[in-house]
């Protein structure tokens, strides 16, 4: 009796195990409770609002093109009203495609976690000490909330009536607002409407790619990351940057790649133990928001794609559980490799022959010819954020065509004069 009983609890115990661990790897549509919707957005940073006012500010970027909802975007820092110029900014974008939610998990919970903390958690001063971040939970709010209603779960563009039908077409109306972008926007491989990645009938035809692209040319930001997920799995757990295109690399793809690795490291996948992979082979040119972003404003910019594989299935809408497993490893791995980059960022100061400021000198580091890449410009107050990969020990700045050599050094702070 005692053994059958046992036997039984045994069988009863992998049944239940068995059942568990199915449903703890799949997809779960509508999302699961936890998930931020567009009210729970709204209301978080209405809430942050009042409880963080010295290190909090919101601003509304534009509006969407069909339903006229707001394009959201927040800033955490010790400076929150005013532009800091004295430290590198950080864009953390939560979406720019309606079906990938996984990512506004991690930048609203991102966010919550640097409020939490910032107080008591040195590593989180430290963090703020040393940069602004800048949040955008998502650029498609009239996607996303087709998604995050429930409604359907694989629509992906925004809500443009492209069959001028006057209703909404799921899944086949829309634009692909990560193809809209003016740099090699083709409307020729993504020509058909009704195509998920559908390019617009010009290039920055799209509100949310017009709000954007201002708000990336007042900012300038040092670093960006979009987060995404792999709708059919070919790209999951995955990181891209500018660009490999056939061969050709982009002026600053070593040092983006060193960053992309530090990132990697960081994070293992969710379902097995290897770690995230750093894309190095080629790149598509079809108006990608991280290859238009690099090119006009010099921001270091990474996709990084979340949600993992199980049994050959893409798991982008984890339940609640595994999604909170999801976040706090993202979170972590945001903390471990803003240190790093922290560690490695000089902030180079640029003065004249008589000690002021040189302000937006144009400045290219690498090499001096760059035919897509404008220049960077030092900021407002001379300065300048130059990223380190761990074995340069030199470089060449070009300063208004000119050549200056600077050293890596253990002082932060490095200062150019020009010569006349
Ligand atoms: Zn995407």
Same mark, same amino acid.
């Given at each position: ?15 239940? $195990? ?5 449903? *703890? ?8 409770? #936890?998930? @931020? ?17 010295? &290190? ?47 990512? &506004?998990?991690?930048?609203? %919970? $991102? ?19 040393? $940069? ?5 939970? !998502? ?7 087709? &998604? ?14 492209? #069959?001028?039908?006057?209703?909404? +077409? ?7 607002? #990560? ?9 020729? !491989?993504?020509?058909?409407? @009704?195509?998920?990645?559908? *390019? ?7 509100? /949310? ?10 900012? %300038? ?22 660009? #490999? ?12 790649? *060193? ?14 133990? *290897?770690?995230?992979?750093? @894309? ?7 108006? $990608? ?6 090119? /006009? !404003? ?18 982008i809408f984890p339940d609640n559980a595994n999604m909170h497993i999801i976040v706090d490893k993202n979170i972590k791995a ?36 760059? +035919?897509? &890449? ?47």
């Open positions: 009796m005692y053994r059958i009983n046992r036997k039984i609890s045994l069988i009863s115990f992998i049944i239940l $195990f068995y059942v568990i661990t199915l449903a *703890a790897y799949s997809n779960k549509y509508p999302l699961d409770s #936890n998930y @931020h919707r567009t009210k729970d957005i709204e209301n978080s940073i209405k809430k942050w609002e009042i409880e963080y006012p010295n &290190v909090f500010y919101s601003e509304i970027l534009g509006y969407t093109g069909k339903d006229k909802m707001p394009i959201r975007s927040f800033k955490i820092s010790f400076d929150p009203k005013v532009k800091s110029f004295d430290k590198p900014s950080i864009l953390i974008i939560g979406q720019i495609h309606a079906s990938e939610p996984l990512g &506004v998990e991690i930048c609203m %919970r $991102f966010a919550d976690y640097l409020l939490q903390n910032y107080q008591n958690n040195e590593r989180v001063k430290s963090l703020l000490r040393s $940069f602004s971040f800048h949040f955008i939970p !998502t650029i498609n709010p009239e996607g996303f909330e087709v &998604v995050s209603s429930g409604i359907y779960a694989n629509h992906r563009k925004n809500k443009t009536d492209i #069959n001028s039908n006057n209703r909404f +077409d799921r899944g086949i109306d829309g634009v692909d607002i #990560n193809r809209n972008f003016p740099l090699n926007w083709n409307n020729e !491989t993504q020509k058909l409407p @009704h195509d998920p990645h559908y *390019a617009g009938e010009s290039p920055a035809s799209e509100k /949310e790619t017009q709000a954007i692209i201002d708000f990336m040319k007042r900012e %300038r930001f040092y670093l960006a990351i979009n987060y995404h997920s792999s709708y059919f799995g070919d790209l999951n757990e995955r990181i891209f940057f500018p660009w #490999n295109w056939s061969g050709a690399k982009s002026p600053h793809w070593y040092e983006m790649k *060193a960053i992309a690795s530090i990132i990697s490291k960081n994070l293992k996948k969710d379902y097995s133990s *290897a770690n995230y992979l750093v @894309h190095t082979g080629n790149t598509t040119k079809v108006g $990608f928001l991280r290859d238009w972003s690099y090119a /006009e !404003t010099g921001t270091f910019f990474f996709d990084i794609e979340v949600g993992g594989i199980y049994k050959n299935k893409s798991i945001l903390i471990n490799s803003f240190e790093y980059l922290d560690i490695n960022t000089s902030i180079v100061k640029i003065i004249d022959s008589k000690g002021k400021p040189y302000i937006l000198s144009k400045v290219h580091y690498n090499t001096l010819k760059q +035919d897509i &890449v404008k220049p960077l410009l030092s900021n407002e107050k001379g300065l300048l954020f130059i990223f380190w990969p761990p074995d340069r020990k030199q470089l060449n700045l070009y300063i208004n065509d000119r050549k200056y050599l600077i050293k890596k050094s253990k002082s932060k702070n490095i200062i150019i004069k020009l010569i006349n």
